[in-house]
């Protein structure tokens, strides 16, 4: 067993509790249907880990003769299900925490309802965390609920999941059975990314694979469960993860003393390190670090802190620590994912107040982008939702806070929603990235704008975005494009690949990613210049059509041209102007466009010039035709003044 | 997971839900019942709150009936820490003189429930922390860290609020307050093992020491002062006899026990067989009386 003998000495027990003091903690959740066997199997884990006193055993023996709903035999569930009202109508509603201990590990169990109309109640127990038990009933197979829970479970962030098949005794022992029920669930749990599964065929009743592995199933060559919940390695954030810390309260004891209260939510921190505060950016240097009254040289993730600072910066509530060479994000906008747990329904525009970490401001969800269907993972379009619905939303805070994705920090991405009048908690949520037109940067309106630059300049300001293979002859066109217009006094712009690649973008390489960044922030710039009154000339390359649609959607209708330079690949390589093609089949290029990376034909350009057909002058031509035809430029001259030579 | 070893990990959330509400409540109380989980409970917060002093008072409900150890350990206590001590004693209890052994439900109803309802009306706390734990007691498992109460004190177990990671929702409308319990996730032996790596103080007669005790319906009795009526069958014997649990002493059944240092208390908690509020007679009135007491405002 795994304590001490009644025997045991002093000594004894002071290497005993030596011992205890290192394990570790391992919270779970168990859920399933009503009648899976839930109370059954944590009854059985707290008996045989001895957590069941005599006297609550005495009890519980009264109340199954009595209430019980096992025909007399102990009814587990009586020991799980301590409201009245749960032992009245025989279900779980809310979430029981339960404690036991092997030489192993110490454990808090939270034993969840199914019922969906307490989902609020097992959100709560899954938040904490780090695994969860779901129980199927062998005979009955995945159901709707199963499917559900594994849902909540894989939201939430949970890593580690076990499937026990319960009641095995029920359908004799089948492997064949056991193994139907594992498909089905991988099938399901692989849409929904769930993380580690170990599949367990048990029968809590009987004992099988609960506790010691069972005879009855020499088939199933894994552990029984106990032992699978003593070994699994839930690694936690890594070590390599960076300080933050919510500052929780500041500590103000006399004008000598002024610390900075709080749990760190990850990484680790050491006297002398230096950090920065946010959302205001002030950076300082660790002075001390206290637990409790004692100085410490540092502190790790999860430990409960005081810190003072070299330097008398503004900190207060609900700003965050971090480390100064790493800050998180702040913003006041994002993507989110809302489950939402009041009867009166989350409504678009409405403003509630949202906690994260110690950070509490006002927040609007706009739009509802879609509700989830939890059974059949459909994306359902939604101007609400109501109690127990998941859905993806916009969501806009009043202030801007420093956060992190919840998949990567639940502390600083997971918050509450309270309603301001009944001052209830109406939902929780996950942040899942910050929206790009937010990062704390608020729109100035301006009084020179747009069409009053473009008429000072008699022309409309557009975008010609030239897009093609390389060597396809897109700059040599647009240059012409350009001179063209410059000579007709039109003021122009041509923004070039190879050029901005020097300086705006030299940051940037050649994968899928950094061309997408290269595009966005060429299309920026670009909007930028139309905003100006310009006439842009964009030159390049843009392999991807979603990036060209994303700078499309920046301007107005009508002020984007997609010029398509339409060279065959075979054309391009036998110019090869710059020598771009030989290393690349050389191999000494990475990702090539034509080469090793994919170059998406526009499908339907407002311009389209076939270079095999057409010399560049040709081309030239029919580029400033077409701004004719569109009226972006008139058929005469620009200037007012014009210049008869 | 944590990296941190479990105690530390209960140690670092307990006083992060201390700062919590210190930093959101207005009025924060912390009910001392001078027993072991108080104790574990005081310390931390000294801890929470360091180098600066308690940020709040410590409140006991004083019925007359605790044993005399227990409150010379409260006022040692308050004194060494520099701490503000409230005591409140139900009026109307003294008068009525209902007594312990004779009043049943009704005094402990008196004295404790209706006395903390009293204490918390009369000095408009919002926030109390009580030293409860989940493992106690099957209702306590459902019980939720921050525990709402209506401006009747009453606790509403089918209605509590959604409490997700550690965020918790301090608001609260006039008139209601909110039960804290930053021990809510330690077990018996967590307390102790605590209390024994930290050193806490704790009342001696956690220890097992020769006392006085009288045999009542097959339990042992302190005989801590006059007033424990006695019959003329009733005869008083010198043992050797500990307390797992504290409460007033005439309803506090000691255990017969030689362990009289900590490691021999844990020993004997790791062997008994039998939970630590069997000692206390008040709990065993129908298998949902601390459902009900609690929605009637007991702690």
Same mark, same amino acid.
Do not use: K, L, Q
């Given at each position: 067993m795994t304590t001490p003998a009644a025997h045991a000495t002093p000594a004894d027990i002071e290497a005993y509790l030596a011992q205890h003091s290192h394990k570790s903690l391992l919270r779970f959740i168990t859920c399933g249907s009503v009648d899976d066997g839930k109370s059954s199997l944590i009854g059985r884990l707290l008996h045989e880990s001895k957590m069941i006193f005599e006297d609550q055993l005495a009890t519980l023996a009264d109340e199954s003769r009595r209430i019980g709903t096992r025909g007399g035999e102990l009814d587990y569930a009586l020991i799980v299900d301590g409201l009245a009202a749960e032992r009245e109508q025989g279900i779980t509603i809310d979430v029981a925490y339960r404690f036991f201990a092997t030489t192993k590990r110490k454990f808090i169990v939270a034993?969840? !309802?199914?019922?969906e109309q307490y989902t609020r109640n097992m959100v709560t127990g899954a938040s904490t965390a780090d695994l969860a038990v779901i129980l199927i009933d062998a005979r009955k197979g995945v159901l709707t609920q199963t499917r559900r829970h594994s849902y909540l479970v894989s939201l939430l962030g949970i890593r580690h999941v076990v499937l026990a098949v319960n009641k095995m005794d029920l359908v004799d022992y089948s492997r064949a059975r056991f193994e139907q029920i594992e498909r089905d669930y991988r099938e399901f749990a692989d849409r929904i990314q769930l993380g580690a599964i170990a599949c367990i065929p048990v029968s809590a009743v009987a004992g099988d694979n609960v506790v010691a592995a069972s005879a009855r199933m020499p088939w199933y060559g894994g552990p029984p469960l106990l032992e699978h919940l003593e070994t699994? $390695?839930?690694?936690? !954030? $890594?070590?390599a993860s960076a300080f933050r810390m919510p500052v929780q309260w500041v500590n103000r004891p006399n004008a000598d003393f002024r610390g900075f209260s709080g749990l760190i939510a990850s990484g680790s921190v050491r006297r002398g390190d230096a950090i920065r505060a946010l959302p205001s950016g002030r950076g300082s240097t660790v002075a001390r670090l206290l637990v409790g009254a004692t100085d410490v040289e540092s502190a790790i993730d999860g430990e409960s802190v005081t810190l003072t600072l070299v330097d008398e910066i503004d900190v207060s509530r609900g700003d965050v620590l971090c480390a100064a060479d790493a800050p998180t994000e702040v913003a006041n906008q994002f993507e989110a994912t809302i489950i939402w747990m009041h009867d009166q329904p989350l409504l678009q525009g409405r403003a509630y107040l949202l906690k994260v970490g110690a950070k509490t401001v006002m927040a609007t969800v706009s739009p509802i982008k879609y509700r989830i269907n939890v059974n059949t993972l459909e994306h359902l379009a939604a101007k609400r939702l109501d109690l127990n619905d998941i859905g993806v939303c916009g969501i806009e805070l009043s202030g801007a806070i420093a956060f992190e994705p919840y998949r990567i920090n639940r502390a600083l991405g997971g918050f509450i929603l309270i309603d301001r009048l009944t001052n209830d908690t109406v939902g929780a949520g996950l942040l899942h990235f910050a929206l790009r037109r937010s990062q704390n940067v608020h729109w100035q309106a301006l009084d020179v704008n747009k069409s009053a630059r473009a008429n000072l300049s008699h022309q409309k300001p557009c975008i010609l975005w030239f897009t093609g293979l390389s060597g396809a002859g897109k700059s040599t066109i647009a240059n012409l494009v350009e001179k063209r217009l410059h000579v007709d006094g039109r003021h122009t712009y041509l923004l070039d690949g190879d050029n901005v690649r020097h300086g705006l973008n030299k940051d940037l390489g050649f994968t899928n990613q950094d061309r997408v960044e290269n595009i966005r922030r060429v299309a920026e710039v670009s909007r930028l210049m139309v905003d100006a009154g310009l006439i842009v000339l964009v030159s390049f390359i843009s392999p991807f059509r979603s990036e060209r649609r994303m700078a499309r959607a920046l301007v107005e209708s009508g002020e984007f041209f997609e010029v398509f330079v339409d060279t065959a690949l075979a054309e391009a390589e036998a110019r090869d102007v710059k020598g771009l093609y030989k290393k690349a089949r050389r191999g000494e290029l990475k990702n090539f466009t034509g080469i090793d990376s994919p170059y998406e034909v526009p499908e339907s350009p407002e311009i389209h010039l076939d270079t095999a057909s057409m010399s560049a002058e040709a081309c030239a031509s029919r580029v400033l035709e077409h701004l004719r035809l569109a009226g972006i430029i008139d058929t005469g001259t620009a200037s007012s003044v014009t210049w008869d030579i | 997971m944590s990296r941190l070893d479990y105690l530390k990990r209960l140690e670092a959330e307990s006083i992060h839900i201390l700062r919590e509400v210190v930093a959101e409540c207005e009025q924060p109380v912390m009910l001392y019942s001078i027993g072991k989980d108080s104790s574990v409970m005081l310390h931390l917060a000294l801890k929470a709150f360091a180098p600066g002093k308690l940020p709040f008072p410590l409140l006991q409900i004083a019925t007359g009936w605790d044993f005399r150890e227990m409150l010379e350990f409260r006022d040692e206590t308050a004194r060494r820490h520099g701490l503000t001590l409230l005591v409140h004693t139900n009026p109307e209890g003294l008068q009525a003189g209902v007594k312990p052994w004779s009043h049943g439900a009704t005094y402990s109803d008196l004295m404790l429930t209706q006395a903390l309802r009293q204490a918390l009306d009369q000095y408009g706390f919002d926030a109390a922390f009580g030293g409860g734990r989940r493992d106690e007691e099957k209702s306590r498992a459902k019980e939720r860290i921050f525990s709402f109460r209506s401006a009747q004190h009453r606790w509403d177990p089918k209605n509590q609020r959604p409490e997700l990671w550690q965020l918790y929702n301090t608001r609260k409308s006039r008139g209601e307050s909110i039960r804290v319990f930053p021990l809510s996730n330690w077990t018996e032996l967590d307390v102790w093992h605590y209390i024994y790596l930290n050193e806490v103080p704790i009342v001696p007669l956690y220890l097992a020491k020769k006392r006085p005790v009288v045999r009542r319906e097959g339990r042992w009795i302190m005989v801590d002062d006059e007033r424990l009526p006695l019959g003329e069958h009733d005869r008083v014997e010198s043992r050797s006899v500990r307390f797992r649990t504290l409460g007033c002493y005439p309803l506090t059944a000691a255990d017969e026990s030689t362990a009289d240092t900590l490691p021999l208390v844990i020993q004997e908690m790791l062997s008994s067989r039998n939970s630590e509020r069997q000692g206390r007679l008040v709990d065993h009135e129908g298998a949902a009386s601390m459902e009900r007491k609690k929605q009637e405002g007991y702690f």
């Open positions: 034993d969840t !309802p199914g019922h699994v $390695s839930t690694a936690g !954030p $890594s070590e | -």
